[in-house]
């Protein structure tokens, strides 16, 4: 299997994730699935300042092979998604704000309601597919959680799924892919958030 990145990427998509506001610098995670194990982020570790020898690799087991500290919680989840997704090469969890936010609200369209309301965009597609599955929360770090989330993405239809009251998870081919379909996801909501308050102030 081709190597589609590096420690080096991860770190640097976590910093931008951080400096964009889609995530917090406790939260959010990623890794990137390479033919000697799977690079993650940290545990504890601020997300704003990763570097490249912050990042932690494992084996499937969520054993390190490399590296100091803990790997991430959600190091379950991450395996999983790669078993049930053979073309996952990247994962991104973050906490962006407004699909959280939209998303417990419960006052806007449902994912699956966006394209029949005209918020999906030819990138959304691309990066996203045909769908973005929201599921309900479960506690981090947990198999539940790593099971709920590898399960949504599985069928391939779709490469972000949002979770009630915890944040996002996209997959893509590289690092930089899936942090384009996490922008793309944000946008896709804070779209769809735009078309609903114009609607209410025309009123």
Known sequence: METCGSARDLAEIMKIAYERKITTGAGGNASLKTDYGIFITPSGKFKG???????????????????RGKPSSEW???ILIYEKREDAKAVLHCHPSIVTGLTNAGIIPTPAELDRIGAWTEESYLLLGSEVKVIDRRPFGTLELANAVSDALASGNSNAVV?????????????????SAMDSLVELYTINFLMWLSERLSQ
Do not use: Y
């Open 76 to 78: 379950k989840m991450h």
């Open 163 to 179: 979770i009630r009251g915890h944040g996002a998870v996209t997959v893509n081919s590289d690092p930089w892919s899936v942090l």
């Open 49 to 67: 300042k990763l570097e490249e020898e912050d990042i932690i690799l494992i084996n499937k087991n969520g054993e390190v092979l490399r590296g």
